[in-house]
T-cell receptor
């Protein structure tokens, strides 16, 4: 099963950019890379996803390495509201089932005012 | 549009009692997922449905847990009898597909405490 590796925690200052790394060296050619985040006492929420090319939306940017073995979620200007656990997830593989959308431990992002 | 709606938001129950958690997915979504979150195990997928049919329940911890989806707008997760180790946050989520290309939308969770 394709898995992801993320740092347990990261700290950044408010109004500065944040780069959250994710390694997924066993990614398959058809796996999408998804990022979700979970704010305190809330359910996870979608942030962004991509396959091969870099992606931008109003929340963040996703930079995908050329070999697709790693990716980086970029928050361009962090606010206190961005303090959350960020999950990097690979999409449903061919096997599906309970391994399909697997949440790891994620990265706990701390934003300092 | 309303998101995924779960009830109850909080429940405290005594060991041995039956617990029923409810979920209303986003209208038009074909997939419904039940997750459980604890500090020790993180977020775990328990079961998911496609068009009201259970597709994979291999994440359900044991026979005390059961889930149903009688129609496209309602699902239940039942624990009978409940045990203290079932204390967790239970999330319901829905999506247009299995989450591959489309967003999975989560509810706010049902916080269960079994004493």
């Amino acid at each position: 099963d394709a898995k992801t590796t993320q740092p347990n925690s990261m700290e950044s200052n408010e109004e500065e950019p944040v780069h959250l790394p994710c390694n997924h060296s066993t990614i398959s050619g058809t796996d999408y890379i998804h990022w979700y985040r979970q704010l305190p006492s809330q359910g996870p929420e979608y942030v962004i996803h991509g396959l091969t090319s870099n992606v931008n939306n109003r929340m963040a940017s996703l930079a995908i390495a050329e070999d697709r073995k790693s990716s980086t979620l970029i928050l361009h200007r962090a606010t206190l509201r961005d303090a959350a656990v960020y999950y990097c997830i690979l999409s449903w593989g061919s096997g599906g089932g309970a391994d399909g959308l697997t949440f790891g431990k994620g990265t706990h992002l701390i934003i300092q005012p | 549009d309303a998101g995924v709606i779960q009830s109850p938001r909080h429940e405290v129950t005594e060991m041995g009692q039956e617990v029923t958690l409810r979920c209303k997915p986003i209208s038009g979504h074909d997939y419904l997922f039940w997750y459980r979150q604890t500090m020790m195990r993180g977020l775990e997928l328990l079961i998911y449905f496609n068009n009201n049919v259970p597709i994979d329940d291999s994440g359900m911890p044991e026979d005390r847990f059961s889930a149903k989806m009688p129609n496209a707008s309602f699902s239940t997760l039942k624990i009978q009898p409940s045990e203290p180790r079932d204390s967790a946050v239970y999330f319901c989520a829905s999506s247009l597909d299995r989450g591959r290309r489309n967003t999975i939308y989560f509810g706010e969770g049902s916080w269960l405490t079994v004493v």
